[in-house]
């Protein structure tokens, strides 16, 4: 009996799948993560999005979330008593990064050659300062603590006169290992989201594009490599200029605030592999 249309759908989603997990997996075994601890994490991601997407609430019955998972009542009952939250607040790093990136692209915070100024720790007449550059990110945290997780990530240095420097060369290979797990994480999740609702969709909502090619040469690979660098650095100062910008409108207009977004860019490239 020839495999039916559903069937046929479903094994390509697993195909796809598998090219998406094969990084990631490389990265858990390269840190010492066993397919048991991944399994019960994936366990508990399964039961969150059962909850989140196809549950009409979040006190969805046992039964109905056993049926949408293939997990036993049982199990159920055990990864929803003690699983965590998974609504978790912005992280202090997330404000840090936001604080880098205004201070390096904002006009306000460039001096007329565009590089980053030198910023007073604290407001002082009409010259800008660290805390207004804060202010401007967040309201919801100090600017002390956003300084020192600047600091700690070697973003910024500050002097013995008061004022705070910034390292605008703190590129992400420069962070500890937990930082670039974070980016990961936070870069590769709403790149799903958006593959996934693009997916589902019969009109795909969402940006998602590439460009490739398989017969160039190391040299034309890392001129590309520079190129790509360019233009993201162009289209990430603007996308926070633009940003920037609509936030203070919106809350002129009085618009509800309840909307985030992430833009994106990636660029790799490898050896290929001998063709069988």
Avoid at 75 to 100: C, G, V
Avoid at 164 to 182: S, Y
Avoid at 208 to 221: H, K, N, P, Q, Y
Avoid at 233 to 251: F, G, L, N, P, S
Wanted: charged content about 30%; aromatic content about 6%.
């Amino acid at each position: 009996m020839p495999p039916s249309s559903t069937d046929k759908q479903t094994r390509a989603l697993l195909d796809a799948l598998a090219r998406v997990l094969a990084p990631l997996v490389r990265l858990l075994i390269a840190r010492g993560v066993t397919f048991q601890m991944a399994s019960e994490l994936l366990k508990r991601v399964y039961v969150q999005a059962a909850q989140r997407h196809f549950s009409a609430d979040d006190a969805a019955t046992g039964t109905r979330l056993s049926l949408l998972t293939g997990l036993n009542r049982k199990e159920i009952r055990r990864l929803t008593s003690d699983a965590a939250d998974d609504k978790r607040p912005e992280d202090m790093t997330s404000f840090a990064s936001a604080a880098h990136d205004l201070w390096c692209s904002g006009r306000r915070w460039r001096d007329r050659d565009g590089n980053p100024k030198p910023l007073p720790r604290h407001t002082s007449g009409r010259q800008a300062s660290f805390d207004d550059l804060v202010r401007a990110i967040t309201l919801d945290h100090r600017p002390s603590a956003v300084l020192a997780e600047l600091l700690r990530l070697g973003y910024a240095t500050e002097d013995g006169d008061g004022f705070v420097h910034v390292n605008p060369q703190a590129f992400l290979p420069q962070r500890g290992l937990e930082d670039r797990l974070q980016a990961l994480g936070e870069n590769l999740e709403d790149h799903a989201r958006a593959a996934t609702v693009n997916v589902l969709s019969k009109q795909p909502p969402f940006l998602e594009r590439s460009v490739f090619s398989d017969e160039l040469s190391a040299g034309s690979v890392e001129a590309l490599a520079r190129l790509a660098q360019g233009q993201w650095q162009r289209v990430h100062d603007e996308t926070i200029r633009q940003a920037i910008a609509a936030e203070a409108d919106d809350a002129r207009a009085g618009r509800p605030g309840n909307m985030r977004m992430r833009v994106g860019m990636y660029f790799y490239a490898e050896e290929k592999k001998d063709e069988q």
